[in-house]
Nanobody
Framework: QVQLVESGGGLVQVGGSLRLSCAAS????????MGWFRQAPGKEREFVAG????????RLQDSVKGRFTVSRDVAENTLYLHMNSLRREDTAVYYC?????????????????????WGQGTQVTVSS
């Protein structure tokens, strides 16, 4: 079992920045690829960014490339999402997720079904 707790969401103006954190506890953090997903009202949950168990491979949705970065601190069991140049369309609930990938150390799943554990979500609202 892995417990995930997101933090760092809030209200920010267009063009602003936020850093989301996801604290993991339970089983070995380093055996899990980690991802960030988001869900806006009336829309399906979508992949935003992810990082492999090795930390050497990251994957970003096209709409956030050049604006968001994902990183992980294995020593602190924490996943981060650095969000810059925020747009109104980035408004959503952001979820942290963990995918057990003990052997595929460079693999980053891009769909929700590949993730085993989820956090409760944190709201990000971008206003003009």
């Amino acid at each position: 079992q892995v417990q995930l707790v997101e933090s760092g969401g809030g209200l920010v103006q267009v063009g602003g920045s936020l850093r989301l954190s996801c604290a993991a506890s339970g089983r070995t953090f380093s055996a899990y690829a980690m991802g960030w997903f988001r869900q806006a009202p009336g829309k399906e949950r979508e992949f935003v960014a992810g990082i492999s168990t090795s930390g050497s491979n990251t994957r970003l949705q096209d709409s956030v490339k050049g604006r968001f970065t994902v990183s992980r601190d294995v020593a602190e069991n924490t996943l981060y999402l650095h969000m810059n140049s925020l747009r109104r369309e980035d408004t959503a609930v952001y979820y942290c997720a963990a995918s057990h990938q003990e052997y595929l150390k460079n693999y980053v799943p891009g769909v929700p079904d590949r993730y085993d554990y989820w956090g409760q979500g944190t709201q990000v609202t971008v206003s003009s």
